[in-house]
């Protein structure tokens, strides 16, 4: 599987990804300065974790007018896999590659710890190596990461199979609508998600549930 | 003329610099003339206090700063120690106490910015921030507000240039409700040939100036530093600095990516007192001379004269000097990310700081009058008499597991999970210990080694005893980091002290720098790096000594750590170290009997050594994955924190009664282990053959701490109230009564 890294001149979560794709693809994912105009050709694009232009309008909203994200765009629209993580997320979802939007936290407090996901469906290019219903373990780390999309629009996703992940019931750390952690587009190759599969790949950080994302990715993608 | 050189200086101006009639003397004699404005703003804030030392520079002298592992000490932007394999740590901790009181998110998140730029400016990749923080009582009107503040600016400056807060500490005492105190700690990486010092040695080179637009900001803000406060203090808004984390993000990668060519002879950040302390340092240490053309400063507003550029404080700045014809390189690179870059003077032979503006001459002056002709003060001082160790009264009868509980939800020791889940602290995905252990762990990138970070001071006992409580700070220091396993290294220390013009005051310096300076020697422990904060106090009201250390030590194999949680059902628990029941100046005397009292616990370093050096080698053999070191609260606290920590409960006998200076004693040099059963009886045999006192006092298991002959208290009574201690304190339902 061949990836590349989107980097933002405030990603900072860049070399993590870098980091969790190269020890589990065996390959060093491209990585792509945000002023360049294309993507190399790979199988899978990540949008990583941070603050892309260091965010003091709303997340996202700068990176997703970025010259790098026509091309993001024109690759989703054709069809290869999108990683939003986080940052990443906010920024498809300014693009308009994902419905709804990150708002502030509910709290309105920053949040960093690891929360209880619920995997809502495994029939995904990002999740069909977990079980439906299977509990993981991920950390978040985020100021806006409260989803939000109005009644209709949750019930299509649902519907439609597109939460594939769910904070567990008592542990949603930002109020998110419906527990909601991370969806897919309607075609089904671009997911965005809060929590930070990457930061779980490592069992001496306390976690490695955050593999069998990647390991969905390579066993489609390969 | 430019009008600020041609102003004639009034005994008024030369006060409201913060300059006494004796030392404006002195900068007329050394310059052979009186100064103008401008040339009078440098030397205000070059002697001033914040930049100067001079009321510590003759005692800071003592200490001990030389072992072979040091690479560099104090002197430079940050000291730098060898870990091996070719790395490098780079670390530094640094106060932002006034600026913080006055605009706390601002006043915090420069200060974790300004402390980041010290040690990248050096060519490092900062991988951990720590800091430690006091604030003035809980039920304050300020206190909760300069809290949310302060923890925002911590979190909304380092989680946006992605560098993982991993810990720290938070006191509260009155004597800090004037006059909060925000130490941020910065340690980074980098390989040993790739280490940027501040010396622009040889003339004819391009000074440069990188990264933000010079504004009106933060002017004066090393003067305000050196100064104490009173009720006008808020007016001095304006003397604050506004951060942009985004930009230092830039300026970080820039400078890391200029730093991988070979074209910087020098570089330095622009921080307390801006361009004129970043050009006078790098001058003196070069033995050059600079030459600053101020025509060519990127500057944010118009009409600035020389006197505000020279002072101002504006954030994300750097000046480097680089190799003749290196310019267009090191340019292509700022401006790839987007950040100004001017080439602003050139390093001369003459040994003068020359400042031109508008084709005229606006300062010139020598060197040497900025940094070694600076005051050195000798100032008088007391020492404190120590104080006897009387054991206090306390009421033998109280039950002791109530006790325990209140102490867990009291403002000093409940969880700090509140704050800490602020900050990102797993960002770069290295951080193994995250916070709320003995010391962070952070893993050196793509190796297999570790370093542990911990920064402490207990300031109670430094007000009793400054000589013992600040051994004591650099003693508990070491033993959280010998507590996960790592050999400790070298610290920095950040010196918090009221006004050193008063003889107590100083007293209190000069004991807790020679504290410092025997713990330090005895542990083996240098330091390299430091910075003291003065004049700390709020109508005359100092606050408690705070000499904070932050030290770092090194984990060989980060397979190979311990942490405070119990992991298993039916281990031993065995405490090392000597247990007298020292109950003076102790928690429990302050929370549970309502006194201030008594002596500080004294620290033998010998035995010190000898107990961490045994846990230690315990836990590198792998035989030991369970360790807390015991320090506010002593044992009971430490068990219930390790109980609470694993979720597993434990069982305590002891072969005497249960009294309440064994339980909550504060005797020092001892930690608490849980060991496999099987094991147990290996551990105490080698303790003894290494002249260590240990004791096996029960064993883990249950939900609950049960007490022989005191009874139990279930995991969740004592958790929630851990837990609810610091929402509570914030959201003001549970306000204590005022101490």
Redesign the interface.
């Known amino acids: 599987m061949k990836s590349a890294v989107i980097v933002f001149?405030?990603?900072?979560?860049d070399?993590?990804a870098q980091?969790?794709l190269t020890a589990l693809t065996g390959t060093k994912p491209f990585m792509v300065w945000h002023g360049d105009t294309e993507v190399p050709d790979v199988d899978l694009i990540v949008l990583p974790?941070?603050?892309s232009?260091?965010?003091?309008l709303r997340c996202g909203a700068m990176a997703a007018q970025s010259h790098i994200m026509r091309d993001v765009k024109k690759k989703a629209d054709a069809g290869v896999a999108v990683l939003g993580i986080c940052n990443g997320f906010q920024v498809l979802t300014e693009a308009g590659l994902l419905p709804g939007a990150l708002m502030r936290n509910a709290d309105l407090?920053?949040?960093?710890?690891p929360v209880e996901l619920v995997i809502e469906e495994s029939q995904s290019a990002f999740t069909r190596r977990y079980s439906k219903g299977e509990h993981v373990r991920f950390?978040v780390?985020h100021?806006e990461g409260n989803y939000f999309a109005d009644d209709a629009t949750l019930d299509r996703l649902e519907g439609e199979g597109r939460v594939l992940f769910r904070y567990a019931p008592g542990d949603n750390p930002n109020g998110s609508a419906r527990n909601i952690a991370g969806i897919l587009n309607e075609k089904r190759n671009v997911l965005g998600l809060m929590p930070?599969p990457?930061?779980a790949?490592?069992p001496?950080?306390?976690s490695i549930s955050g593999r069998p994302l990647f390991q969905s990715l390579i066993d489609t993608l390969s | 003329m430019n009008e600020s050189s041609s102003t004639a200086i009034t005994p008024q101006m030369v006060r409201e610099h913060g300059l006494s009639p004796s030392e404006y003397a002195r900068i007329n004699e050394l310059l052979g003339r009186a100064p103008n404005l401008v040339e009078l703003g440098i030397f205000s804030v070059m002697w001033s206090e914040h930049c100067s030392y001079k009321s510590t520079r003759a005692h800071l002298r003592k200490l001990p700063t030389k072992a072979p592992w040091v690479l560099q000490g104090p002197g430079e932007n940050a000291g730098v120690i060898d870990i091996g394999d070719g790395d490098a740590c780079i670390f530094k901790m640094e106060s932002h106490n006034h600026p913080s009181f006055i605009e706390p998110y601002q006043g915090a998140a420069t200060g974790v910015g300004g402390i980041m730029r010290d040690v990248f400016t050096m060519g490092a990749r900062p991988v951990a921030m720590m800091n430690a923080l006091r604030f003035g009582e809980p039920g304050h009107p300020k206190t909760r507000h300069l809290i949310s503040g302060v923890v925002a600016g911590i979190g909304g400056y380092g989680n946006c240039m992605g560098v993982p807060t991993v810990g720290g500490e938070v006191n509260f005492h009155r004597s800090y409700n004037g006059n909060i105190l925000v130490n941020a700690m910065c340690v980074g990486l980098a390989r040993q040939d790739k280490i940027f010092l501040s010396a622009a040695k040889g003339a004819g080179n391009p000074v440069v100036y990188v990264g933000s637009k010079t504004g009106r900001d933060g002017i004066h803000g090393a003067t305000m530093a050196s100064a104490e406060f009173n009720e006008d203090s808020e007016e001095k808004r304006p003397t604050v600095q506004v951060g942009d984390p985004f930009t230092e993000k830039l300026l970080l990668e820039a400078c890391l990516e200029l730093m991988a060519t070979d074209a910087i002879i020098a570089i330095q950040d622009m921080g307390a007192a801006g361009l004129t302390s970043s050009s006078a340092e790098m001058g003196d240490k070069g033995g050059s001379g600079i030459e600053l053309n101020l025509d060519h400063v990127p500057q944010r507003e118009a009409n600035m004269t020389a006197y505000d550029m020279m002072l101002s404080e504006s954030q994300e700045r750097m000046l480097a000097v680089l190799k003749p014809g290196r310019e267009a390189e090191a340019e292509r690179i700022f401006k790839k990310w987007e950040l100004d870059f001017a080439v602003i003077g050139i390093t001369t032979d003459t040994k003068r700081l020359v400042v031109k503006h508008k084709g005229a001459v606006v300062a010139d002056m020598p060197i040497t009058a900025l940094s070694d002709e600076a005051p050195v003060y000798q100032r008088p001082f007391t020492r404190h008499a120590p104080r006897e160790i009387v054991q206090p009264r306390f009421d033998p009868a109280r039950p002791v597991l109530d006790s325990l509980l209140k102490l867990l939800a009291s403002p000093d020791l409940c969880s700090r999970r509140w704050i800490w889940e602020q900050y990102d602290y797993s960002v770069m995905a290295d951080t193994v210990q995250a916070p709320g252990g003995d010391a962070a762990i952070v893993r050196v990138h793509g190796t297999n080694k570790a370093l542990a970070i911990s920064t402490d001071v207990t300031p109670r006992y430094c007000k009793a005893d400054p000589f013992e409580g600040a051994k004591q700070a650099v003693a508990e220091c070491w033993r959280n980091l010998s507590a996960v396993g790592a050999l400790p290294l070298a610290v920095t220390d950040n010196l918090n002290f009221g006004n050193p013009e008063r003889p107590e005051t100083m007293g209190e310096i000069v004991g807790a720098i020679d504290g410092i300076g025997e713990a330090c020697r005895a542990l083996d422990f240098p330091v390299v790096s430091g910075n003291c904060s003065l004049y700390n106090e709020t109508n005359g009201e100092p606050i408690l000594p705070t000499p904070a250390i932050g030290g770092v030590g090194l984990i060989k194999d980060v397979a190979r750590t311990a942490t405070i949680a119990f992991k298993r059902d039916g281990d031993t628990l065995i405490l090392i170290g000597e247990t007298c029941g020292h109950l003076g100046q102790s928690i429990y005397l302050r929370e549970i009997e309502g006194r201030e009292e008594g002596a500080a616990p004294p620290v033998d370093l010998a035995a010190e050594k000898r107990c961490g050096d045994f846990v230690r080698s315990l836990i590198e053999q792998g035989r030991l994955d369970t360790v807390h070191d015991l320090s506010d609260g002593g044992f009971l606290v430490a068990i219930a924190e390790m109980a609470m920590a694993g979720g597993i409960g434990a069982q305590i006998s002891l072969k005497e009664p249960a009294s309440v200076p064994f339980l909550f004693g504060e005797d020092q040099g001892r930690y608490l282990l849980a060991v496999p059963a099987a094991g147990a009886a290996f551990i105490l045999e080698q303790a003894k053959a290494a002249g260590i006192t240990a004791s096996s006092l029960g064993r883990t298991g249950g939900d609950k701490i049960a007490l022989e002959g005191a009874g139990e208290m279930s995991l969740s009574k004592l958790r929630a109230a851990h837990e609810n201690g610091f929402p509570n304190l914030m959201s003001g339902s549970e306000l204590p009564p005022k101490n």
Request: charged fraction near 25%; aromatic fraction near 12%; hydrophobic fraction near 25%.
């Open positions: 001149p405030a990603s900072n979560c070399r993590d980091t969790a974790g941070g603050f232009y260091g965010d003091y407090k920053f949040v960093c710890r950390p780390a100021g930070h990457e930061r790949s490592d001496l950080l306390g």
